[in-house]
């Protein structure tokens, strides 16, 4: 069966492609604004030039695994068709809740995969997207996590040495702290800083005797303090929307509208927001 992909044409105008999730980078000075790119197949359309200009998108029905490349009629978890869906260790439950590894009963899906990905550094962190959060993420992540979310404020507080034990540091935060960001609130802007490093060190004491207990089963040096200083991030946003209303490919193959910013992974548009990487995989044409 031909990709999607092999479809793709370096010479066609307007830009076609399947989507893969915005590439952000930080800006050459402080207080400059996050630098998005929409990436459609081998494309890169630069979009911080772009706000207050008219953008439409057009799903061409065709979707393709972005880790195959074969073509499939509905993609699951952002991008995978379902053979890979259930095969990949990177679509398993243990992804998304860290704290359920069984790497060491034996069953992990890809052992390589996940010694390469999950046992490496992760940094447990607070981040100000709609209000204070938890997360984790790889080292090497960070901003780009940060960054996705559409944060305005983020502190690494702790770093471990598994992916699992940071799943496990999460869940005694949570106790204290929510672990997800409001994406409409975090859409409309109205978001206030926090005095990051005054939250950290209320948690690290509320939580101290829970680190303690994880410190005893996983090692003294499992799970180490850092002493950082807050990222502060600025979003190429004209405008931010006062009610927010959704696109969707699947319900309306065609979006348009004035660009007036992007947070996070979404477009903001005078016709409503659109998460680009829920659709990962989705064969479009930008113009």
């Known amino acids: 069966m031909r990709r999607v992909t092999d479809l793709f044409s370096p010479t066609l105008t307007p830009v076609k492609g399947c989507l893969q999730k915005m590439a952000t980078a930080l800006p050459s000075r402080q207080e400059g604004q996050v630098v998005y790119h929409l990436r459609a197949g081998e494309h ?44 990949l260790a990177q679509c398993d439950t243990c992804i998304m ?87 409409r609130a975090m859409l409309k802007g109205d978001v206030a800083t926090l005095d990051l490093c005054a939250e950290r060190d209320r948690l690290l004491s509320a ?14 040096d499992a799970i180490r303090e850092l002493d950082e200083t807050p990222h502060h991030f600025h979003y190429p946003v004209e405008t931010f929307p006062r009610k927010v209303v959704s696109h969707n490919f699947d319900k309306q193959p065609q979006v348009e509208g004035i660009l007036q910013g992007v947070k996070g992974q979404y477009l903001i548009l005078d016709t409503g927001v659109i998460n680009l990487r829920k659709f990962t995989g989705y064969e479009i044409i930008v113009s």
């Open 44 to 87: 890169r359309v630069e979009l911080n030039a772009r706000i207050g200009s008219p953008m439409r998108l057009l799903w061409s029905g065709a979707i393709a695994c972005t880790h195959c490349g074969r073509a499939t009629k509905k993609s699951f978890a952002q991008g995978y068709c379902y053979p890979c869906f259930k095969r």
């Open 97 to 183: 809740k860290p704290e359920t590894c069984h790497y060491y009963q034996g069953t992990c899906r890809e052992p390589e995969w996940g010694e390469t990905h999950c046992f490496q550094p992760h940094i447990v962190y607070l981040a100000n997207s709609s209000g204070l959060k938890v997360g984790i993420t790889r080292k090497t992540q960070m901003p780009t996590r940060w960054l996705d979310q559409g944060a305005i404020q983020a502190l690494p507080i702790l770093e471990v040495n598994t992916r699992q034990q940071s799943g496990m540091v999460e869940m005694l935060f949570k106790e204290q702290v929510a672990d997800r960001t409001n994406w």
């Open 207 to 220: 939580l101290a005797d829970g680190l303690a207990q994880l410190r005893q089963v996983h090692g003294e």
